[in-house]
């Protein structure tokens, strides 16, 4: 079973406005963390955002945000005031338990945005 | 930029090739992880190494092997390779043990013809 869902292959958005990229997560394990990267087209992937399973606050990080809602299994990213810039592939992972710490991601969703 | 360093940034080979990707963790960093990236499988993670153990295996095709060294950097080893090894393979480190974030070093595109 997947891991991670982002049902948005493809989003356009158009500038200054905000977006919201949509991610569900599966686990049993009471202890996680949920992190978002972006890859633009020249393919470095980029640390966004983390949210831990206990953190009581959504994350912030200047204009993204991280809308986590635990009963719902969801960990959606909010990108405020959107600027050209912010074309990119996203990326949403998550890491499990305590144990080994590697990353299992989502398909991604590509975000065009339109001046 | 992240602090993560990979050489070769480009790497084009023939099947049957073995090559070698390193990865420079960040300065202090212990952790090291490897992942690959393609078209048809998306970004899947494929080996870890902590202070030069290995922690956790993904993956991981039994042609491919990795180290990390007394320095702390690391070598991905892919043999006999095959047209769909092609991918961007990434290197990450974190601090401890990927706890908050794992920076991302800027990739080795390995092409196989």
């Known amino acids: 079973a997947q891991k991670i869902t982002q049902t948005q292959p493809g989003m356009f958005v158009q500038e200054k406005e905000a977006v919201t990229l949509d991610c569900t997560y599966d686990t049993s394990d009471p202890s996680y963390g949920l992190f978002w990267y972006k890859q633009p087209s020249s393919g470095e992937m980029i640390f966004l955002i983390y949210q831990g399973s206990y953190d009581q606050q959504n994350a912030t990080e200047g204009r993204y945000s991280l809308n986590f809602q635990k009963a719902r299994k969801s960990a959606n990213l909010v990108i405020s005031a959107s600027q050209l810039g912010d074309s990119a592939m996203y990326f949403c992972a998550m890491r499990e338990g305590q144990g080994d710490y590697k990353l299992s991601f989502g398909a991604g969703t590509t975000v065009t945005v339109r001046a | 930029d992240s602090g993560v360093t990979q050489t070769p940034k480009h790497l084009i080979t023939a099947t049957g090739q073995r090559v070698t990707l390193r990865c420079s963790p960040r300065?202090?960093?212990?952790?090291v992880y490897w992942y690959q990236q393609s078209l048809d499988q998306g970004l899947q993670f494929l080996i870890q190494y902590y202070n030069g153990e290995e922690r956790a295996k993904g993956n991981i095709l039994e042609r491919f092997s990795a180290q990390q060294f007394p320095d702390l950097h690391s070598e991905l080893n892919l043999s006999s390779l095959e047209l769909g090894d092609s991918a961007l393979y990434f290197c990450a480190s974190s601090t401890r043990l990927g706890y908050n974030e794992q920076f991302f070093g800027p990739g080795t595109r390995l092409t196989v013809l």
């Open positions: 300065s202090g960093d212990l952790s």
